[in-house]
């Protein structure tokens, strides 16, 4: 069987010379993997012209939606992939790791999709930046979608994790996806990318596989592209220097294997939780994916008097570890990926033995359940120790890619540190600790050479998710031999695939560009109060300047009776005389409270809920005799998703300032409202109503908003034919 590859919409052979691809546990062959005649210029314009935008013309909420419903849609056939993974050698185990880590990578990314970016083609970046006195002239950063397309080549330990993960940060930017898996197994990715193409969840454009060969793809990426690889530094390296890569100063990001520690701290002695969730988490580490994972625990650091306790208890559980085909029940580790790194992981073992002592395993020892260990690409465990770790380096600059690890000593928590960081820029090490003070001088002195550090005692272990798990929250990357780069990492991942571009000019001008009202721009103001209005016809920018109240002795006394607060600036006429206020101030939550009563207007209408509170200030003390305002603004409206049985809806943000009768600001903040929708999923046009604004327009009716109709993923013009 010859795999496919899927180009320009639709499924292509490669022609010509081809790669054999092997069952891991038999050695049979399953197929050949080749991209002989593909056009790869012409693969990186279909994404440009093609996939490209079809993306950006979606809203963040509609690309976070499609990643959930294709994650729902691969989900419900993934046994089917469970089969076809164990031909890489994958257990039970390894395979939930890859094949649901990747369906739930793109299950995070939908909800932050909808949860942290706005429903809008771009993302505003931070508050805005007053550069002038008057504050008429203004600054503000907006992330915008890449005009080209996201080249991601993959490594051979993930075919489907590997494939998913930057693809959700991709493809939720607006950036079509072209996807160069590891050869060796790119039979599983394929057989995943055959569900994607069939779901037609994805727009034209958005998604192109090629099994084999990138041949001179890289040769065409220019200015607009960006690369992301995994793999060997040594290949990184190669691809990064590249004359286009150079030329275009394209943006590349690379996550290279490294030589990731787990350290004991002198505090987990034998017989603590600490020492024992170590030693369970530096086996599994070892055997998992049979030790083929860039985040795997290569280097295991613990203190000189707990080394032969360390390496015995190792020993111990490693004997309970059972190698052979995975799909035998009890077998806990298969085989590597295929021969050649059988081969590779055997010679960088000879290089290590020069420099420690094998303690634990070797192919003497090993016993292969189920399978022919010389047809299979199998590969015993091994476990070396270092006793002079600071005279013979090896172990900090050679990475046995496999069930390989060495235990090192250190004689205090300073030698500790340096030997960790011997590795050069890892991307995870781990800390096993019950001891605060360790935890804080181990993280201080590792965490600039590591991408991610986690800390683990007996409170958190069990909803740890493990040393070698990198979730979609948090960066995946690290510094120096773990390529200097970052994946994921939340809004992160998706901006590395934005350009962010610093606007300037008036508030009105810059309200109009990000549909989100500023201070000081125009205000449209109407006869109608704007809570009897629908979330359709509320506009940007539109205003209540509320009537005024004037602040009594008896709001305060009252408020305190009601509140229970009675703290001394409210109610100690001396002692708030001695205070910064130097006299008796108003509650801030009482001016809250009295600047709703201002603007709320209380008949049953549109409005449903307060939703929340934002970014609250009090810049001003309010005193007894003060007489408070409100201004009430439309700052944002967010559509809700229609969910059965729920009343449509949207969330409308308000910027809120109070101001004392001397115009002087007291408190501002912003204040979310869940209002009823008239009709479906609308998107409001208010960049006219704001223009309108611009030109001194300010309407006495309100007519209602003009909506755009927004494209859902399952719309015709965003599913594959």
Same mark, same amino acid.
């Given at each position: 069987?010859r795999?496919?590859?899927y180009?320009?919409g639709?499924w ?5 010379k081809a790669?054999?691809l092997?069952?891991a546990? /038999?050695g049979?062959?399953?197929?050949e993997a080749? @991209?002989? #005649?593909? &056009? ?11 996939g490209g935008?079809?993306?950006?013309a979606m809203?963040?909420?509609e690309?976070a939606?499609m !990643?959930?419903?294709?994650a729902?849609?691969?989900t ?6 469970y089969d076809?993974?164990?031909a890489t050698g994958?257990?039970?185990?390894d395979?939930?790791?890859?094949i649901?880590?990747?369906? #739930?990578?793109l ?8 949860r942290?970016f706005?429903d ?6 931070g508050?805005?930046?007053?550069i002038?006195?008057?504050g008429?002239? +203004?600054?503000?950063?907006?992330c915008?979608?890449l005009?080209?397309a996201a080249?991601? +080549? ?9 494939m998913?993960e930057k693809m959700?940060?991709?493809l ?10 590891? /050869?060796?197994t790119s039979?599983?990715t394929?057989?995943?990318a055959?569900a994607?193409?069939?779901?037609g969840i994805?727009? *034209? ?6 099994c084999g060969?990138?041949?001179d793809?890289?040769?065409?990426v220019g200015?607009?592209?960006?690369v ?5 530094a040594?290949?990184?390296q190669?691809?990064?220097t590249g004359?286009?890569m150079?030329e275009?100063?394209?943006r590349?990001?690379q996550e290279?294997?490294s ?7 002198p505090?987990?002695?034998? %017989?603590?939780?600490?020492?024992d969730?170590?030693i369970k988490e530096?086996?599994?580490?070892m055997?998992?994916k049979a030790?083929q994972k860039?985040?795997?625990?290569r280097r295991?650091?613990v203190?000189?008097g707990?080394v032969?306790?360390?390496i015995?208890?190792l ?7 059972t190698i052979g085909? *995975?799909?035998?029940?009890g077998?806990r580790m298969?085989p590597?990926?295929?021969r050649t ?7 960088n073992v000879?290089k290590?033995r020069k420099?420690?002592e094998?303690v634990y395993?070797g ?5 292969v359940? #189920?399978a022919d260990?010389?047809?299979g ?8 120790y &270092?006793?002079?770790p600071f ?8 990475e ?5 690890n @060495?235990v090192?000593?250190?004689?205090s !928590?300073?030698?500790?540190v340096?030997?960790?960081? !011997?590795?050069r820029?890892?991307?995870v %090490?781990?800390l ?5 003070e ?12 590591h991408?991610?550090?986690? +800390? ?10 493990g040393h070698?798990?990198?979730l979609p ?5 690290g510094?120096?031999?773990a390529? #200097?780069?970052?994946e994921m990492?939340g809004?992160?991942g998706?901006l ?6 610093a606007l300037?000019?008036?508030p009105?001008v810059?309200s109009a560009? /990000?549909?989100?009202?500023?201070p000081k ?5 109407d006869r109608?109060h704007?809570?009897r209005k629908?979330?359709?016809?509320l506009r940007i920018?539109?205003t ?15 408020f305190?009776?009601?509140s229970?607060d009675?703290?001394y600036?409210h109610? &100690?006429?001396?002692a708030a005389k ?16 009295a600047?709703a009563?201002?603007?709320?207007d209380?008949a049953?209408g549109?409005v ?5 509170l934002e970014?609250l200030r009090?810049?001003?003390p309010v ?7 409100v201004r ?6 967010t559509v809700?998703?229609d969910r059965?049985?729920q +009343? ?9 300032e ?6 002087e600001?007291v408190?501002v903040?912003?204040i979310l409202t869940l209002?009823r929708r ?7 046009e208010t ?6 604004? !611009?030109?001194g327009? /300010?309407?006495d009716?309100?007519?209602p908003a003009?909506?755009?109709q ?6 015709a013009p965003?599913?594959v034919s």
């Amino acid at each position: 069987m010859r795999l496919r590859n899927y180009v320009h919409g639709e499924w292509v052979e490669g022609t010509g010379k081809a790669t054999a691809l092997y069952n891991a546990v /038999t050695g049979d062959q399953v197929g050949e993997a080749g @991209t002989g #005649g593909v &056009d790869f210029a012409g693969v990186l314009a279909y994404a440009r012209t093609v996939g490209g935008p079809r993306l950006r013309a979606m809203t963040f909420h509609e690309r976070a939606r499609m !990643l959930k419903a294709l994650a729902q849609y691969l989900t419900a056939r993934k046994e089917r992939f469970y089969d076809i993974s164990k031909a890489t050698g994958a257990t039970k185990t390894d395979s939930w790791i890859d094949i649901d880590g990747g369906f #739930g990578t793109l299950f995070a990314y939908a909800s932050r999709g909808r949860r942290e970016f706005p429903d809008e083609t771009f993302y505003v970046d931070g508050a805005a930046e007053m550069i002038s006195k008057g504050g008429t002239f +203004i600054g503000r950063h907006i992330c915008v979608p890449l005009q080209g397309a996201a080249i991601h +080549i993959n490594a051979f330990n993930f075919p489907v994790w590997g494939m998913l993960e930057k693809m959700s940060t991709a493809l939720l930017a607006g950036v079509p996806s072209i996807v160069k898996p590891a /050869t060796v197994t790119s039979y599983l990715t394929e057989a995943v990318a055959q569900a994607m193409v069939e779901s037609g969840i994805l727009p *034209p454009g958005a998604f192109q596989l090629l099994c084999g060969s990138a041949g001179d793809l890289l040769d065409h990426v220019g200015e607009q592209d960006a690369v992301a690889f995994t793999g060997s530094a040594a290949t990184g390296q190669m691809l990064k220097t590249g004359r286009a890569m150079v030329e275009h100063s394209v943006r590349f990001n690379q996550e290279a294997d490294s030589l990731n520690f787990s350290m004991l701290a002198p505090d987990a002695r034998p %017989g603590t939780d600490e020492f024992d969730l170590f030693i369970k988490e530096v086996v599994r580490e070892m055997t998992v994916k049979a030790g083929q994972k860039c985040t795997a625990i290569r280097r295991t650091i613990v203190p000189e008097g707990m080394v032969d306790d360390v390496i015995a208890s190792l020993k111990k559980r490693l004997d309970g570890v059972t190698i052979g085909d *995975p799909s035998l029940e009890g077998v806990r580790m298969g085989p590597l990926a295929g021969r050649t790194q059988v081969s590779e992981v055997g010679q960088n073992v000879d290089k290590l033995r020069k420099a420690a002592e094998l303690v634990y395993g070797g192919f003497d020892s090993m016993r292969v359940v #189920g399978a022919d260990p010389q047809r299979g690409a199998f590969f015993p465990v091994q476990l070396l120790y &270092d006793d002079r770790p600071f005279d013979r380096t090896a172990p900090h600059d050679i990475e046995a890619f496999g069930p390989v690890n @060495t235990v090192m000593p250190y004689a205090s !928590l300073d030698e500790a540190v340096a030997l960790a960081n !011997l590795g050069r820029g890892s991307l995870v %090490g781990s800390l096993f600790t019950a001891d605060p003070e360790a935890a804080r001088t181990v993280v201080s002195g590792t965490a600039a050479f590591h991408g991610r550090l986690m +800390i683990v005692d007996r409170t958190s272990a069990k909803e740890s998710t493990g040393h070698g798990s990198p979730l979609p929250h948090l960066v995946h990357g690290g510094p120096g031999r773990a390529g #200097g780069g970052e994946e994921m990492g939340g809004v992160r991942g998706v901006l590395h695939y934005m350009q962010r571009t610093a606007l300037q000019g008036s508030p009105a001008v810059l309200s109009a560009v /990000t549909r989100e009202w500023l201070p000081k721009a125009p205000e449209l103001t109407d006869r109608i109060h704007p809570f009897r209005k629908y979330f359709d016809e509320l506009r940007i920018g539109e205003t209540l300047h509320t009537h005024r109240r004037t602040v009594t002795e008896s709001d305060i006394v009252n408020f305190a009776g009601i509140s229970g607060d009675f703290f001394y600036a409210h109610m &100690d006429d001396i002692a708030a005389k001695d205070s910064i206020f130097e006299r008796r101030v108003a509650h801030g939550y009482f001016v809250l409270s009295a600047a709703a009563g201002l603007f709320v207007d209380p008949a049953p209408g549109p409005v449903l809920a307060n939703y929340g509170l934002e970014s609250l200030r009090f810049v001003k003390p309010v005193y007894v005799g003060d007489t408070i305002q409100v201004r009430l603004t439309c700052k944002q409206k967010t559509v809700k998703e229609d969910r059965e049985g729920q +009343i449509p809806q949207g969330v409308v943000a308000w910027d809120v300032e109070v101001t004392n009768q001397h115009d002087e600001p007291v408190a501002v903040y912003t204040i979310l409202t869940l209002v009823r929708r008239q009709g479906g999923v609308t998107r409001p046009e208010t960049t006219s109503d704001l223009a309108q604004g !611009l030109k001194g327009e /300010t309407p006495d009716a309100l007519a209602p908003a003009r909506v755009m109709q927004k494209t859902q993923p399952g719309d015709a013009p965003a599913r594959v034919s």
